[in-house]
């Protein structure tokens, strides 16, 4: 059975705070600092943090670029597997980055570019949370 982690729902059966996150969300990329923000908005920084990850509005060019962050076992060949896994779902890396391994795990962010994907945004992340080392994976960002 799938694992379907995302819906899309009218924003009319949400809560008001969910909308309130993505208007936050677009006054710090305006600039505006995180505690601003929220009390121009009308929302408490505990909510806005609760939910900030997880509350995006789509755009024209959604699908097109995404955002992961993974938490892998450091051992040799487990980023290459990825990376593979990545190029034969015909998705191109954009950025790759990895702070040094700690405890014997390794942190990694790619962007990655999906104009030509043959899978959907939430299949991927699911198909690379069962790659082989592969501790944890998390959808940080799509556009």
Known sequence: ????????????????????????????????NVSEACKNVGL??????????????????????MILSLKLV????????ILNDIASKNANILTINQE???????????????????ISTQGLVSELKLVKNVIDVLLLAVE
């Open 44 to 65: 408490s920084r505990s909510t806005f943090y609760k939910y900030k990850d997880y509350v995006n509005r789509p755009n024209d060019a959604i699908g097109k670029r």
């Open 100 to 118: 040094l391994p700690i405890n014997n795990v390794a942190f990694v962010t790619l962007t990655i570019s999906t104009n030509d994907v043959d």
């Open 1 to 32: 059975m799938a694992n379907h982690e995302y819906f899309i729902i009218h924003r009319k059966v949400l809560p008001e705070y969910f909308e309130k996150v993505i208007v936050i969300k677009e006054k710090i990329s305006n600039g505006m």
């Open 74 to 81: 450091d051992e040799p060949g487990v980023l290459s597997n």
